[in-house]
């Protein structure tokens, strides 16, 4: 069971560590990302030496993020020494990917707003009213007294725009865009963001007509799913916003997309307009937020499709 941190614990344990690892969750979003390397950016301006991990491939869209390049994926076989392991934007430990078997640390510190935490480690700072884990940074930093710089800022509104659809989703409040205000002060470009964030690929573009044809509609078009088989998978290509077209379809209540990315492992995302997901999630030991939840399902494609879908289905019943 974690030891619940204030903000002000919580910026006290970062700077009291000397080296750290900033790990990331996997499949990797905007909002881990760029969360995890705002806190970078500000730790190493306080002489630390930090080590960033994420167990996953990171799309190349995020590729104009300031220091993304500075991420490593451990080998199994490593054995890497530290005196705090944070775990950024990551409610359950499989999350982490193979981080907490890697790195030999006293200690491990959680910063997180899924309301389905776990409580894995052994601090945690949570803020389940933060629309993105970059607005808890945000506040983080203000709280430890750390000057934001414009590469700070921009990975903060990167994390945060892409958690609330750009400012559409409803998670979106004022403290949001307060938030959001605030850093432009700093220097970010919010078309650079934009335009990096909505520009698709030609495979993107080729991927998606191809993903549409297996558009299929259940409950009386209350369920939409989409899915993409192993043989149409490429870590290269970023397809998180493919869930957006079934969502948007009028008179569906609940979009999924199973995306295969090995042979007995079944990625799969949620989205509703009301109903409550994370516990459909959670109860294959995934998690997430009530309206956009996500879990891993170690089976392939089709099998993945019939437990998930018989689970969302009875959510109708």
Same mark, same amino acid.
């Given at each position: 069971?974690?030891?619940?941190?204030?903000?002000?614990?919580?910026?006290? @344990?970062?700077?009291?560590?000397?080296?750290?690892?900033?790990?990331?969750?996997?499949?990797?979003?905007g909002d881990t990302l760029g969360s995890s390397?705002?806190?970078?950016?500000?730790?190493?301006?306080?002489?630390?030496?930090?080590?960033?991990?994420?167990?996953?491939?990171?799309?190349?869209?995020?590729?104009?993020?300031?220091?993304?390049?500075?991420?490593?994926?451990?080998?199994? /076989?490593?054995?890497?020494?530290?005196?705090?392991?944070?775990?950024?934007?990551?409610?359950?430990?499989?999350?982490?990917?193979?981080?907490?078997?890697?790195?030999?640390?006293?200690?491990?510190?959680?910063?997180?707003?899924?309301?389905?935490?776990?409580?894995?480690?052994?601090?945690?700072?949570?803020?389940?009213?933060?629309?993105?884990?970059? /607005?808890?940074?945000?506040?983080?930093?203000?709280?430890?007294?750390?000057?934001?710089?414009?590469?700070i800022a921009t990975c903060i509104y990167e994390?945060?725009?892409?958690?609330?659809?750009?400012?559409?989703?409803?998670?979106?409040?004022?403290?949001?865009?307060?938030?959001?205000?605030?850093?432009?002060?700093?220097?970010?470009?919010?078309?650079?963001?934009?335009?990096?964030?909505?520009?698709?690929?030609?495979?993107?573009?080729?991927?998606?007509?191809?993903?549409?044809?297996?558009?299929?509609?259940?409950?009386?078009?209350?369920?939409?799913?989409?899915?993409?088989?192993?043989?149409?998978?490429?870590?290269?290509?970023?397809?998180?916003?493919?869930?957006?077209?079934?969502?948007?379809?009028?008179?569906? /209540?609940?979009?999924?997309?199973?995306?295969?990315?090995?042979?007995?492992?079944?990625?799969?995302?949620?989205?509703?307009?009301?109903?409550?997901?994370?516990?459909?999630?959670?109860?294959?030991?995934?998690?997430?937020?009530?309206?956009?939840?996500?879990?891993?399902?170690?089976?392939?494609?089709?099998?993945?499709?019939?437990?998930? @879908?018989?689970?969302?289905?009875?959510?109708?019943?």
């Amino acid at each position: 069971m974690s030891k619940n941190c204030s903000l002000a614990e919580t910026g006290e @344990l970062l700077k009291a560590a000397k080296k750290l690892v900033i790990v990331s969750h996997v499949s990797p979003d905007g909002d881990t990302l760029g969360s995890s390397l705002a806190l970078m950016h500000a730790l190493c301006m306080l002489g630390k030496e930090v080590i960033m991990n994420v167990d996953d491939d990171i799309s190349t869209v995020y590729s104009f993020l300031p220091g993304i390049a500075e991420y490593r994926r451990f080998a199994p /076989e490593e054995s890497v020494d530290a005196d705090l392991l944070v775990i950024v934007d990551a409610s359950s430990a499989d999350r982490a990917g193979n981080a907490l078997d890697v790195v030999k640390s006293p200690a491990v510190l959680n910063i997180d707003h899924h309301k389905t935490n776990t409580r894995f480690a052994d601090y945690l700072y949570l803020d389940s009213d933060a629309a993105a884990t970059a /607005e808890i940074i945000y506040s983080l930093l203000l709280e430890m007294g750390i000057k934001l710089t414009r590469d700070i800022a921009t990975c903060i509104y990167e994390g945060i725009y892409t958690d609330t659809g750009s400012f559409k989703y409803s998670n979106t409040t004022s403290r949001t865009l307060k938030t959001a205000a605030a850093l432009l002060n700093y220097g970010v470009n919010p078309s650079l963001i934009s335009d990096n964030m909505e520009l698709k690929s030609r495979s993107q573009v080729e991927m998606l007509r191809k993903v549409l044809e297996t558009l299929t509609f259940l409950k009386d078009g209350k369920i939409a799913y989409i899915e993409i088989p192993l043989e149409l998978y490429d870590h290269n290509v970023e397809t998180d916003t493919f869930i957006s077209y079934p969502r948007y379809v009028e008179g569906v /209540e609940i979009a999924l997309l199973f995306k295969q990315v090995e042979a007995n492992l079944t990625r799969v995302s949620f989205r509703s307009k009301e109903i409550d997901v994370a516990k459909v999630a959670l109860s294959f030991g995934g998690g997430g937020h009530k309206k956009a939840s996500g879990c891993s399902i170690y089976a392939p494609l089709k099998e993945a499709e019939k437990v998930i @879908l018989e689970a969302v289905g009875e959510l109708f019943i």
